[in-house]
């Protein structure tokens, strides 16, 4: 067997490879969903102040923006 380079492998040592590289990215994605999870949501998230606008704004041109 030719298996030293990409190249040249086997279609099994290629069927390998993608199967390793998918059960990595499940393994993943697993392990950050799971830590995503256990965030409590305080302190997950920051928002800055709530600002309502009340007032009219007159720009240039004399439109009126609310």
Do not use: C, E, Q, W
């Not at 279609?11 to 965030?39: D, M, P, Y």
Request: charged share 10%; aromatic share 4%; proline share 2%.
């Amino acid at each position: 067997m030719n298996n030293h380079s990409l190249i040249s492998a086997s279609g099994n040592t290629h069927a390998k490879i993608a199967a390793l590289g998918i059960a990595v990215s499940l393994v993943f994605v697993a392990v950050i969903s799971a830590s995503g999870v256990t965030r409590s949501d305080s302190s997950a998230r920051s928002y800055g102040p709530v600002v309502k606008a009340t007032t009219a704004t007159t720009v240039a041109g004399g439109a009126v923006v609310r």
